[in-house]
């Protein structure tokens, strides 16, 4: 399977939003709500595609909390395509973003006991910086943050970026490319 990834424009959104009811289920964002991320020029997508089939994505978000800060609003992977690196790259990518403009750190929220999750973000350096009591639906959720983004973090990402391309045989490039 030849994966590729590329910015998502808005014609992309119900991809995403189809690629969230699956990951999500009742508490997937409906459609405008990715129809207006992908409007906003501070928010950013990027997907992961083979045979012209979206089968993951994440979005960034530049804007959401203090400068300084990028946030991981969103990351998931079609459930028949995931344990195969994509989420690792997808978050890879965004990083790397955030890292090319400057950001000092990045925060996310997951849900307690998401195991894929928690675990994939620690791999990356991120630490519990907050618990959010009844974040989602009720259930408890952990506030995350990346920090030293410009420093450690970010020989960090170029550690799991060789690690990555040494298991995959070669990732590809990041081009710090922009949604139009
Ligand atoms: C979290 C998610 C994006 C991971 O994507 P994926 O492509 O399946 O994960 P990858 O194959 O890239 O795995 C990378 C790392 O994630 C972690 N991970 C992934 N699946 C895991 C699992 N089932 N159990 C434990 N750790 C797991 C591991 O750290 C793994 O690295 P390793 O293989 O060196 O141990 C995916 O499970 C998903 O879409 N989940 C539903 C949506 C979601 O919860 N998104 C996050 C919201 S905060």
Redesign the pocket.
């Known amino acids: 399977m030849q994966i590729s990834f590329k910015p998502a424009r808005l014609q992309d959104a119900p991809a995403l939003a189809k690629l969230d009811k699956d990951?999500?289920g009742a508490e997937a964002w409906p459609l405008d709500s990715f129809q207006s991320a992908l409007q906003n020029p501070r928010q950013e997508a990027e997907l992961a595609v083979a045979d012209g089939k979206t089968l993951?994505y994440v979005l960034m978000n530049y804007q959401r909390e203090a400068p300084g800060t990028a946030c991981?609003d969103?990351?998931?992977?079609?459930?028949d395509?995931?344990?195969?690196?994509?989420?690792?790259?997808?978050?890879l990518r965004g990083l790397e973003t955030a890292a090319h403009k400057g950001f000092q750190e990045v925060q996310?929220?997951?849900?307690k006991g998401?195991?894929?999750?928690e675990?994939?973000?620690?791999?990356y350096g991120f630490v519990p910086t907050a618990v959010l009591s009844g974040y989602y639906h009720g259930k408890d959720g952990t506030q995350m943050k990346l920090k030293d983004l410009q420093g450690a973090g970010s020989s960090l990402l170029a550690q799991r970026r060789q690690e990555l391309a040494e298991k995959l045989g070669g990732i590809p490039g990041h081009t710090f490319t922009t949604q139009g």
């Open positions: 990951s999500f993951g991981v969103s990351l998931a992977v079609s459930p395509a995931r344990g195969q690196k994509l989420g690792e790259q997808l978050l996310l929220e997951v849900e998401n195991l894929p999750a675990k994939l973000y620690e791999k």
